[in-house]
C-alpha cells in the first residue's frame, strides 16, 4: 500500500479491508471515515486521469511543508473514493490554496471552524457530474464529496493539519469533512463565477474560499429589496473574522429563482454586492467597549463609524447554485482571507 503522508515510502499490510482502516485510522491518515486502501493499482488507475509525471511537485503544503506530488494527490483521492477524471480537479485547488492570499498556514492551524470551500466553474461540471443544484452542498453526489474530502486527506497527511494537535479549531465543523460544490451557470442570468474574475467561459476552474460555515435565510419574498433585507441580517453578525479582520470573501448562494428575480427587476451582481455592502455595517456604537484579546482591530474596515463585512463591495462573492424553489437563499461567512482561483488542467 502507498503511503499517504508526505513520506516517500510503502508499507506492508493485512490483506483485511478492516484491519487497513484501523491501521491507518491509528497513524493518523484518515479523517475518522473509512477509506479506500491506496494500494500501487489503485493509485496507478487515479494517476491515468492527469498527464502530470507522478513525481512532479504541485507545492509544499503548510504547516508541515510536506512536499505534494502528483502521485501523493493521487494516493489521497484514492482513500476518498475519488474517480481518476476527479484528479485535475484536485491538483488545481491544491494550486489556489497555496497561493499567498489564501493563507493556508493560517486556515490549517487557526481555532477558528474555518475550512475551504471549493467552487468549480466550467464545463468540467458536466463531464465529471458537480452538483450545482438542489442539495449542492450536500451529501448524494460523488464528485463532490470526494473531491472535497481528498482535499480535505491532503491538508491532513501533506500538510500535516492533524485534528486537535495542528489543527486547533474549537468546534469545527461538517465543512471540515468536504465542502465542495459548482455554479449552476445554465440557470443564471449573469456570467458565471470565473468569468468575470477574467477566464474564458469555456475554461474550468477551481476557486478556494476560507468560510467558516452556511447559514440558511427563509427568503421567500417576490421583490429584490425584501430578499436581501433578510440575507443582510443573517450577515450583519460582527463576530464574523471578516469584520474583526477587515477582509475577506463573504459568499451569498442565490437559487436560480431568486436570481431571476433580481435580474428581472434589473439588478446585476455588482447591485446585489453594493447593498448588502452598505446594509451589513455595525455601528461602533453597538460593539462590546472591551477590547479582544485577539485585538484585529488595526485592520477593520470602518466607514462613517460603522464595521463593514469586508473590504470592499466587490469582495463579496455572488453564485447562483441550488434547487429550484423559491424559499431559501445561502450566506458563509469568510475566515478573513481573500479567495484564489486556479485553472483546472490535464
Not at 437559487?255 to 446585489?272: L, M, N, Y
Request: net charge negative; hydrophobic share 40%; charged share 20%.
Amino acid at each position: 500500500m502507498a503511503q499517504a503522508t508526505g513520506e516517500d515510502r510503502r508499507i506492508e499490510v493485512p490483506d483485511d479491508v478492516e484491519q487497513i482502516f484501523e491501521l491507518m485510522y491509528r497513524e493518523g491518515m484518515t479523517d475518522g471515515l473509512p477509506v479506500i486502501p491506496p494500494t500501487e493499482e489503485q493509485v496507478a488507475r487515479m494517476l491515468s486521469g492527469t498527464a502530470r509525471a507522478p513525481g512532479s511537485v504541485v507545492a509544499e503544503l503548510p504547516p508541515r511543508g510536506g512536499v505534494a506530488t502528483v502521485e501523493k494527490l493521487a494516493i489521497n483521492a484514492v482513500m476518498a473514493g475519488c474517480l481518476p477524471e476527479y484528479l485535475p480537479v484536485i491538483i488545481a485547488a491544491i494550486e489556489a490554496m497555496v497561493q499567498p492570499q489564501f493563507n493556508l498556514s493560517g486556515v490549517q492551524t487557526t481555532t477558528n471552524p474555518v475550512a475551504p470551500l471549493l467552487l468549480i466553474n466550467g464545463p468540467i461540471r458536466g463531464k465529471i457530474s458537480v452538483n450545482c443544484g438542489a442539495g449542492a452542498l450536500g451529501p448524494g453526489r460523488r464528485a463532490n464529496a470526494t473531491i472535497g474530502r481528498a482535499v480535505r486527506l491532503i491538508l491532513i497527511n501533506i500538510g500535516g493539519g492533524l485534528p486537535g494537535e495542528v489543527d486547533k479549531s474549537i468546534l469545527g465543523m461538517p465543512g471540515k469533512y468536504t465542502f465542495c460544490l459548482g455554479e449552476l451557470e445554465e440557470q443564471s442570468p449573469w456570467e458565471p463565477f470565473h468569468v468575470e474574475q477574467g477566464y474564458a467561459r469555456d475554461e474550468s476552474t477551481v476557486t478556494a474560499i476560507s468560510s467558516q460555515g452556511t447559514q440558511s435565510c427563509a427568503a421567500s419574498f417576490l421583490q429584490p429589496e425584501s430578499i436581501l433585507m433578510m440575507l443582510s441580517n443573517a450577515m450583519t453578525a460582527y463576530g464574523a473574522n471578516s469584520y474583526t479582520k477587515g477582509n475577506g470573501n463573504p459568499v451569498v448562494i442565490l437559487p436560480p429563482a431568486h436570481a431571476r428575480i433580481f435580474s428581472d427587476g434589473g439588478w446585476d451582481k455588482r447591485k446585489i454586492k453594493a447593498w448588502l455592502f452598505e446594509h451589513t455595517q455595525v455601528p461602533l456604537t453597538e460593539l462590546p467597549a472591551e477590547p479582544r484579546l485577539l485585538d484585529t482591530t488595526s485592520r477593520q474596515r470602518i466607514q462613517d463609524r460603522k464595521l463593514c463585512i469586508c473590504r470592499d463591495a466587490a469582495d463579496i462573492v455572488v453564485i447562483v447554485a441550488g434547487g429550484p424553489e423559491l424559499n431559501h437563499v445561502g450566506f458563509l461567512a469568510s475566515f478573513g482571507n481573500d479567495l484564489a482561483m486556479a485553472r483546472i488542467r490535464q
